[in-house]
């Protein structure tokens, strides 16, 4: 097995300086003050690409992939090899900083938001995650998020939102705590199988699902995700904001991110989101692909004039919430922010006005359960209850 002692720090770290700057600017611009990572910090960085989340590494060396769903679905077993008992002990013991009325809050917030989150995950979140080509060989390889595959995938991600969003969702045993345990290990299972292909260029990437990206992809859950929220127009208090950020660290937790960069506080995960951007190597090809199949995600499931404006609506918000040079960047056509200034005009009203009002948060909650199932009709799905 490849251990980051056997590796160089993969060429990618800093491949392109003055373009990660560039797109880091506007993370440097809202972490405050001592944004810049020490030595130290860089040197976590560097070695973060070259790590693997050990634990649920242990867990596919020890139970054959035929046998991992029922491995799951049986939880800690007295009979169970070694690494999976130490695999189950681990995500069943919960760190002392986790707070279940925060963890209640922070879902509750991410429930109201409504279609806003789901605009903000898709064409802020994601697509802008594609603008670097960290950590997009993974998906390349598994087709996963290309050409069809495209919509299926953003639905099992929108199922486990509202998984880990449903009340008590992240509670010992809840749907979104096994959801979350699930992906663990299905990303350890993946990364088993490109260590163990002949044709992954080690020198280049390092451990192809590792605990750099791992820890990157958290910020862009919690973190972006509430910058994101903002540029729409939606309302999001201090207190919610907090609980947001509680309730993807412990997600982040129970996914194997380290502890170090498990973001908690909003500050601290602008920062933290701001040192990954800066030394991210610029887009290829694959950020290019990736993000037209995103933006033509719903072609096979609308027709006409809904198939037109949903590939406007989609180019117009990702103009609105990542600016010309990310839409450059992906190989994106601009487009008037039109769609994203709707969304701020509606929300002034709803979000600043209604939803402050006595009854607010609950009307919110309703809103948001009919846009989800409005979505989710309009991709020829139904959305299970919550």
Same mark, same amino acid.
């Given at each position: 097995?490849?251990?980051?002692?056997? %590796? &160089?720090?993969?060429?990618?770290? $800093?491949?392109?300086?003055?373009?990660?700057?560039?797109?880091?600017?506007?993370?440097?611009?809202?972490? $405050?003050?001592?944004?810049?990572?020490?030595?130290?910090?860089?040197?976590?960085?560097?070695?973060?690409?070259?790590?693997?989340?050990?634990?649920?590494?242990? +867990?596919?060396?020890? =139970?054959?992939?035929?046998? +991992?769903?029922?491995?799951?679905?049986?939880?800690?077993?007295?009979?169970? !090899?070694?690494? /999976?008992?130490?695999?189950?002990?681990?995500?069943?013991?919960?760190?002392?900083? /986790?707070?279940?009325?925060? %963890?209640?809050?922070?879902?509750?917030?991410? &429930?109201?938001?409504?279609?806003?989150?789901?605009?903000?995950?898709?064409?802020?979140?994601?697509?802008? $995650?594609?603008? #670097?080509?960290?950590?997009?060989?993974?998906? =390349?390889?598994?087709?996963?998020?290309?050409?069809?595959?495209?919509?299926?995938?953003?639905?099992? #991600? @929108?199922?486990?939102?509202?998984?880990?969003?449903?009340?008590?969702?992240?509670?010992?045993?809840?749907?979104?705590?096994?959801?979350? /345990?699930?992906?663990? /290990?299905?990303?350890?299972?993946?990364?088993?199988?490109?260590?163990?292909? !002949?044709?992954?260029?080690?020198?280049?990437?390092?451990? !192809?699902?590792?605990?750099?990206?791992?820890?990157?992809?958290?910020?862009?859950?919690?973190?972006?995700?509430?910058?994101? +929220?903002?540029?729409?127009?939606?309302?999001?208090?201090?207190?919610?904001?907090?609980?947001?950020?509680?309730?993807?660290?412990?997600?982040?937790?129970?996914?194997?991110?380290?502890?170090?960069?498990?973001?908690? #506080?909003?500050?601290?995960?602008?920062?933290?989101?701001?040192?990954?951007?800066?030394?991210?190597?610029?887009?290829?090809?694959?950020?290019?692909? *990736?993000?037209?199949?995103?933006?033509?995600? #719903?072609?096979? =499931?609308?027709?006409?004039?809904? &198939?037109?404006?949903?590939?406007?609506?989609?180019?117009?918000?990702?103009?609105?919430?990542?600016?010309?040079?990310?839409?450059?960047?992906?190989?994106?056509?601009?487009?008037?922010?039109?769609?994203? +200034?709707?969304? =701020?005009?509606?929300?002034?009203?709803?979000?600043?006005?209604?939803?402050?009002?006595?009854?607010?948060?609950?009307? *919110?909650?309703?809103? @948001?359960?009919?846009?989800?199932?409005?979505?989710?009709?309009?991709?020829?799905?139904?959305?299970?209850?919550?």
């Amino acid at each position: 097995m490849t251990t980051h002692a056997d %590796l &160089r720090v993969p060429s990618r770290f $800093g491949a392109d300086r003055p373009w990660a700057e560039r797109a880091a600017r506007p993370l440097r611009l809202v972490a $405050g003050r001592g944004a810049a990572p020490t030595e130290a910090e860089l040197a976590a960085l560097r070695i973060g690409l070259m790590r693997r989340d050990e634990l649920a590494a242990g +867990l596919i060396r020890a =139970v054959r992939p035929d046998d +991992l769903h029922r491995a799951l679905a049986a939880g800690p077993s007295a009979d169970a !090899p070694e690494p /999976v008992r130490a695999f189950w002990d681990a995500c069943s013991q919960r760190p002392d900083w /986790v707070d279940d009325e925060l %963890l209640a809050r922070g879902a509750e917030a991410c &429930r109201a938001f409504g279609m806003d989150a789901g605009l903000v995950l898709a064409y802020g979140s994601l697509l802008g $995650g594609y603008r #670097t080509a960290a950590a997009l060989e993974p998906l =390349v390889r598994t087709g996963r998020l290309a050409g069809g595959e495209t919509l299926r995938r953003i639905q099992e #991600t @929108s199922f486990w939102w509202r998984a880990v969003t449903a009340p008590g969702g992240m509670a010992p045993g809840g749907a979104g705590f096994r959801a979350t /345990v699930h992906v663990r /290990v299905m990303h350890a299972l993946v990364n088993a199988r490109l260590e163990a292909d !002949p044709t992954w260029e080690w020198d280049l990437r390092g451990v !192809p699902i590792n605990q750099y990206d791992q820890a990157s992809t958290l910020g862009v859950f919690s973190t972006s995700f509430l910058l994101h +929220l903002r540029l729409l127009g939606v309302r999001v208090s201090r207190a919610d904001a907090a609980a947001v950020m509680h309730l993807w660290s412990y997600v982040g937790w129970l996914m194997g991110v380290d502890e170090e960069w498990l973001p908690h #506080t909003e500050r601290r995960g602008r920062r933290l989101l701001y040192h990954f951007l800066a030394n991210d190597p610029p887009p290829d090809a694959s950020s290019v692909a *990736l993000a037209r199949a995103l933006i033509t995600m #719903t072609d096979d =499931v609308a027709t006409g004039h809904r &198939r037109w404006y949903e590939r406007e609506r989609a180019l117009s918000v990702s103009c609105w919430l990542l600016g010309p040079a990310a839409m450059r960047d992906l190989g994106l056509p601009y487009r008037p922010p039109w769609y994203g +200034l709707t969304r =701020v005009a509606a929300n002034l009203l709803v979000s600043h006005v209604l939803g402050r009002l006595p009854g607010g948060r609950a009307r *919110l909650l309703a809103r @948001s359960g009919r846009q989800a199932r409005a979505q989710f009709a309009r991709w020829g799905a139904e959305l299970p209850d919550d």
